[in-house]
Protein backbone atom coordinates (compact mmCIF):
# COMPACT_ATOMS: atom_id res chain seq x y z
CA UNK A 1 0.00 0.00 0.00
CA UNK A 2 1.07 3.35 -0.88
CA UNK A 3 0.35 6.52 1.47
CA UNK A 4 0.39 9.82 -0.26
CA UNK A 5 -0.02 12.71 3.25
CA UNK A 6 -1.39 15.24 1.34
CA UNK A 7 -1.31 18.66 2.98
CA UNK A 8 -1.36 22.63 1.90
CA UNK A 9 -2.65 25.93 2.95
CA UNK A 10 -6.16 27.17 3.90
CA UNK A 11 -8.37 26.97 0.67
CA UNK A 12 -5.58 26.03 -1.24
CA UNK A 13 -7.51 22.76 -3.37
CA UNK A 14 -6.54 19.99 -0.91
CA UNK A 15 -10.33 18.51 -1.35
CA UNK A 16 -10.41 19.21 -5.01
CA UNK A 17 -6.85 17.14 -5.27
CA UNK A 18 -8.67 14.28 -3.10
CA UNK A 19 -11.55 14.87 -5.48
CA UNK A 20 -9.98 13.78 -8.18
CA UNK A 21 -7.41 10.85 -6.41
CA UNK A 22 -10.75 9.12 -5.25
CA UNK A 23 -11.77 9.36 -8.87
CA UNK A 24 -8.42 7.39 -9.76
CA UNK A 25 -9.13 4.67 -7.35
CA UNK A 26 -7.77 6.03 -4.39
CA UNK A 27 -9.14 6.02 -0.37
CA UNK A 28 -9.33 9.04 1.17
CA UNK A 29 -8.88 9.87 4.90
CA UNK A 30 -9.47 13.36 5.77
CA UNK A 31 -8.30 13.95 8.91
CA UNK A 32 -10.94 17.02 9.76
CA UNK A 33 -13.62 14.26 9.70
CA UNK A 34 -11.29 12.18 11.48
CA UNK A 35 -11.15 14.71 14.17
CA UNK A 36 -14.75 15.29 14.33
CA UNK A 37 -14.95 11.91 15.38
CA UNK A 38 -12.44 11.80 17.58
CA UNK A 39 -14.40 14.24 20.29
CA UNK A 40 -17.43 12.89 19.89
CA UNK A 41 -19.42 12.81 23.37
CA UNK A 42 -17.99 9.72 25.04
CA UNK A 43 -14.92 9.87 23.91
CA UNK A 44 -12.08 10.37 26.33
CA UNK A 45 -11.36 13.90 23.93
CA UNK A 46 -14.15 14.87 24.61
CA UNK A 47 -13.76 15.33 28.55
CA UNK A 48 -10.91 17.05 28.41
CA UNK A 49 -12.42 19.18 25.91
CA UNK A 50 -14.97 19.99 28.26
CA UNK A 51 -12.82 20.08 31.15
CA UNK A 52 -10.61 22.69 29.41
CA UNK A 53 -13.02 24.87 27.50
CA UNK A 54 -15.95 24.53 29.59
CA UNK A 55 -19.66 23.59 28.90
CA UNK A 56 -19.86 26.77 26.72
CA UNK A 57 -18.34 24.93 24.12
CA UNK A 58 -21.26 22.03 24.15
CA UNK A 59 -24.27 22.89 22.12
CA UNK A 60 -28.16 22.01 23.42
CA UNK A 61 -27.77 18.18 21.40
CA UNK A 62 -24.72 17.24 23.69
CA UNK A 63 -21.99 17.64 20.82
CA UNK A 64 -18.96 19.92 21.21
CA UNK A 65 -19.35 23.51 18.57
CA UNK A 66 -16.97 23.26 16.38
CA UNK A 67 -17.45 27.23 15.46
CA UNK A 68 -17.56 28.00 18.92
CA UNK A 69 -14.29 25.96 19.74
CA UNK A 70 -12.81 27.60 16.86
CA UNK A 71 -13.43 30.85 17.48
CA UNK A 72 -11.89 30.31 20.82
CA UNK A 73 -8.63 28.57 19.62
CA UNK A 74 -8.33 31.16 16.93
CA UNK A 75 -8.74 33.59 18.79
CA UNK A 76 -5.76 32.43 21.26
CA UNK A 77 -2.78 31.03 20.54
CA UNK A 78 -2.00 29.45 23.59
CA UNK A 79 -5.52 28.08 23.63
CA UNK A 80 -5.29 26.36 20.11
CA UNK A 81 -2.07 24.99 21.22
CA UNK A 82 -3.98 23.49 24.72
CA UNK A 83 -6.97 21.82 21.92
CA UNK A 84 -4.07 20.17 19.67
CA UNK A 85 -2.69 18.58 22.65
CA UNK A 86 -6.00 17.07 23.08
CA UNK A 87 -6.65 16.50 20.02
CA UNK A 88 -3.87 15.28 17.52
CA UNK A 89 -2.75 11.96 19.36
CA UNK A 90 -6.78 10.98 19.45
CA UNK A 91 -6.72 11.42 15.42
CA UNK A 92 -3.19 10.32 14.84
CA UNK A 93 -4.73 6.63 16.70
CA UNK A 94 -7.98 6.65 14.51
CA UNK A 95 -5.46 7.52 11.44
CA UNK A 96 -3.19 4.26 12.37
CA UNK A 97 -6.29 2.29 12.80
CA UNK A 98 -7.83 2.79 9.63
CA UNK A 99 -4.23 2.34 7.82
CA UNK A 100 -3.80 -0.66 9.11
CA UNK A 101 -7.58 -1.89 8.47
CA UNK A 102 -6.85 -0.47 4.47
CA UNK A 103 -3.85 -2.31 4.33
CA UNK A 104 -5.83 -5.56 5.16
CA UNK A 105 -8.58 -5.21 2.96
CA UNK A 106 -5.77 -4.69 0.31
CA UNK A 107 -6.16 -0.84 -0.70
CA UNK A 108 -3.17 0.21 -3.21
CA UNK A 109 -2.60 3.63 -2.48
CA UNK A 110 -4.47 5.71 0.16
CA UNK A 111 -4.18 9.32 0.64
CA UNK A 112 -4.37 10.96 4.00
CA UNK A 113 -5.25 14.84 3.93
CA UNK A 114 -3.98 16.46 6.78
CA UNK A 115 -3.62 20.33 6.50
CA UNK A 116 -1.42 20.89 9.71
CA UNK A 117 0.73 17.58 8.64
CA UNK A 118 4.20 19.13 9.17
CA UNK A 119 2.79 21.18 12.12
CA UNK A 120 1.77 17.69 13.77
CA UNK A 121 4.94 15.82 13.14
CA UNK A 122 2.84 12.97 11.18
CA UNK A 123 5.38 12.63 8.30
CA UNK A 124 6.44 8.86 9.32
CA UNK A 125 2.82 8.08 8.48
CA UNK A 126 3.18 8.71 4.72
CA UNK A 127 5.27 7.54 1.77
CA UNK A 128 5.37 10.55 0.02
CA UNK A 129 3.89 14.18 0.94
CA UNK A 130 2.04 16.60 -1.37
CA UNK A 131 1.56 20.16 -0.76
CA UNK A 132 -0.98 22.00 -2.57
CA UNK A 133 -0.12 25.73 -2.48
CA UNK A 134 -2.21 28.69 -4.73
CA UNK A 135 -1.51 32.19 -4.98
CA UNK A 136 -3.13 34.43 -2.35
CA UNK A 137 -5.18 36.34 -4.84
CA UNK A 138 -6.84 33.17 -5.97
CA UNK A 139 -7.43 31.53 -2.33
CA UNK A 140 -9.10 35.06 -0.86
CA UNK A 141 -11.24 34.82 -3.94
CA UNK A 142 -12.18 31.20 -3.54
CA UNK A 143 -12.46 31.23 0.06
CA UNK A 144 -14.68 34.43 0.31
CA UNK A 145 -17.32 33.02 -1.94
CA UNK A 146 -17.43 29.64 0.01
CA UNK A 147 -16.84 30.94 3.88
CA UNK A 148 -18.78 34.04 6.11
CA UNK A 149 -15.62 34.40 7.99
CA UNK A 150 -14.54 37.74 8.48
CA UNK A 151 -10.95 38.74 7.40
CA UNK A 152 -9.24 38.90 10.62
CA UNK A 153 -10.75 35.10 11.40
CA UNK A 154 -9.21 34.12 8.08
CA UNK A 155 -5.74 35.90 8.68
CA UNK A 156 -5.95 34.13 12.48
CA UNK A 157 -5.97 30.95 10.28
CA UNK A 158 -3.67 31.22 8.22
CA UNK A 159 -0.94 32.45 10.95
CA UNK A 160 -1.63 29.14 12.84
CA UNK A 161 0.25 27.40 9.88
CA UNK A 162 3.52 27.46 8.52
CA UNK A 163 4.09 29.42 5.64
CA UNK A 164 3.51 27.66 2.16
CA UNK A 165 7.15 27.84 1.61
CA UNK A 166 8.28 26.03 4.95
CA UNK A 167 5.99 23.52 3.70
CA UNK A 168 7.18 23.27 -0.31
CA UNK A 169 10.65 23.12 1.35
CA UNK A 170 9.55 20.02 2.90
CA UNK A 171 7.09 18.24 0.79
CA UNK A 172 8.50 15.69 -1.65
CA UNK A 173 5.89 16.87 -4.63
CA UNK A 174 4.30 20.83 -4.70
CA UNK A 175 1.47 21.24 -6.93
CA UNK A 176 0.64 24.57 -7.68
CA UNK A 177 -3.02 25.31 -8.14
CA UNK A 178 -2.31 28.54 -10.13
CA UNK A 179 -5.10 27.72 -13.23
CA UNK A 180 -8.70 26.38 -13.88
CA UNK A 181 -10.03 23.40 -12.35
CA UNK A 182 -9.79 21.49 -15.44
CA UNK A 183 -6.12 21.64 -15.38
CA UNK A 184 -5.72 20.91 -11.87
CA UNK A 185 -7.46 17.54 -12.22
CA UNK A 186 -4.97 17.09 -15.87
CA UNK A 187 -2.13 17.51 -13.36
CA UNK A 188 -3.26 15.24 -10.96
CA UNK A 189 -4.46 12.63 -13.41
CA UNK A 190 -0.90 12.92 -15.31
CA UNK A 191 1.27 12.49 -12.18
CA UNK A 192 -1.46 9.59 -11.19
CA UNK A 193 -0.26 7.89 -14.74
CA UNK A 194 3.63 8.56 -14.22
CA UNK A 195 4.57 7.93 -10.85
CA UNK A 196 6.69 4.85 -10.61
CA UNK A 197 5.55 4.49 -6.95
CA UNK A 198 1.51 4.70 -7.40
CA UNK A 199 2.04 2.21 -10.67
CA UNK A 200 4.20 0.19 -8.93
CA UNK A 201 1.71 0.01 -5.75
CA UNK A 202 -1.01 -0.34 -8.30
CA UNK A 203 0.14 -3.61 -10.11
CA UNK A 204 1.80 -5.70 -7.38
P1 LIG B 1 -9.68 24.10 3.44
O1 LIG B 1 -8.30 24.37 3.87
O2 LIG B 1 -10.61 25.17 3.87
O3 LIG B 1 -10.16 22.72 3.75
P2 LIG B 1 -9.04 23.22 0.74
O4 LIG B 1 -7.58 23.40 0.67
O5 LIG B 1 -9.58 21.85 0.91
O6 LIG B 1 -9.68 24.22 1.81
P3 LIG B 1 -10.83 23.40 -1.49
O7 LIG B 1 -12.03 23.26 -0.63
O8 LIG B 1 -10.46 22.27 -2.37
O9 LIG B 1 -9.58 23.86 -0.61
O10 LIG B 1 -10.91 24.71 -2.40
C1 LIG B 1 -11.40 25.95 -1.86
C2 LIG B 1 -12.46 26.52 -2.80
O11 LIG B 1 -11.81 26.91 -4.00
C3 LIG B 1 -13.52 25.50 -3.20
O12 LIG B 1 -14.75 26.16 -3.36
C4 LIG B 1 -13.00 24.96 -4.54
O13 LIG B 1 -14.02 24.47 -5.38
C5 LIG B 1 -12.34 26.21 -5.12
N1 LIG B 1 -11.21 25.91 -6.01
C6 LIG B 1 -10.16 25.10 -5.74
N2 LIG B 1 -9.30 25.09 -6.78
C7 LIG B 1 -9.82 25.90 -7.71
C8 LIG B 1 -9.39 26.31 -9.04
N3 LIG B 1 -8.27 25.88 -9.58
N4 LIG B 1 -10.20 27.16 -9.71
C9 LIG B 1 -11.35 27.61 -9.15
N5 LIG B 1 -11.81 27.29 -7.93
C10 LIG B 1 -11.06 26.43 -7.22
Partial sequence: MFVIGLTGGIGTGKTEVTHVLRDLGAVIIESD????LSYRPGTDAYEEIVEQFGKEVIDDSGVIDRAKLGGLVFADPDLRIQLETIVWPAVRG????????????????????????FEAGWEDLADSIWTVEAP???????????SNLSETQKNARVQAQMTKWERAERADLLIENSAELVDLRERITNLWRTNPEIQNAINN
Fill in 33 to 36: KVAH
Fill in 94 to 117: CITERLIQEKERGTKIIVIEVPKL
Fill in 136 to 146: SASIAQRVNVR
